[in-house]
């Protein structure tokens, strides 16, 4: 499958229409589920063979951010042979109390994984507590990046952005296959 074709199928699993309330509080009636694409198996295979053509050089531990990077950073894991690390928000207050569960990170070349990124909010606050933990933070990798904005933040931070869609990207690639569904229903009536 090539990058359009996996483009076209991230977008076909993810894209709903319907009446949604976003975050925002406004009301839309498209909605972009990324979980959709990261429960698909063979979906998630494919992203994750992807990532691992732009996995930074010299990176030691992957990091999934929680809840979205998980499921990337597992596959990510098992495609490339980086061992991964599960950043929480917060740190739990029991057990070991580690902020990134799994592989460890002092000392480490860690690249952040997330499966979309916005503003970069999480990813900031995240880098931050990964570096707080001793890791040498630099990069960041997603799956699909929504906003400029958040590449911007990022950089102002220090961090490099490596995205494998853009969202004009999965969109572009998406339309194709409505545009035809919809001359096949225009052309059955």
Do not use: W
Not at 85 to 110: L, N, Q
Not at 157 to 173: D, I, Q
């Amino acid at each position: 499958m090539n990058k359009e074709e996996l483009a076209r199928r991230i977008y076909e699993l993810s894209h709903l229409q319907g009446e949604f309330e976003l975050r925002s509080g406004l009301v839309s009636s498209e909605y972009f589920d990324k979980y959709l694409f990261e429960a698909d198996p063979a979906a998630l295979q494919r992203i994750a063979e992807r990532l691992t053509e732009i996995v930074p050089e010299g990176t030691e531990v992957l990091a999934g951010l929680e809840m979205g990077g998980i499921p990337v950073v597992t596959a990510l894991s098992l495609a490339s042979g980086v061992p991964a690390a599960f950043v929480r928000k917060k740190a739990k207050a029991y057990g070991t109390c580690k902020i990134a569960e799994g592989a460890p990170v002092a000392g480490k070349r860690v690249c952040i994984v997330e499966d979309v990124v916005t503003t970069g909010g999480q990813v900031l606050l995240s880098a931050e507590d990964l570096r707080r933990a001793g890791a040498v933070v630099e990069d960041v990798l997603c799956v699909i990046e929504r906003l400029p904005e958040g590449r911007e933040k990022l950089k102002a931070a220090g961090l490099t952005l490596h995205s494998l869609y853009r969202m004009e990207e999965l969109a572009a690639a998406g339309k194709p296959g409505e545009e035809q569904q919809h001359e096949q229903e225009q052309a059955a009536l």
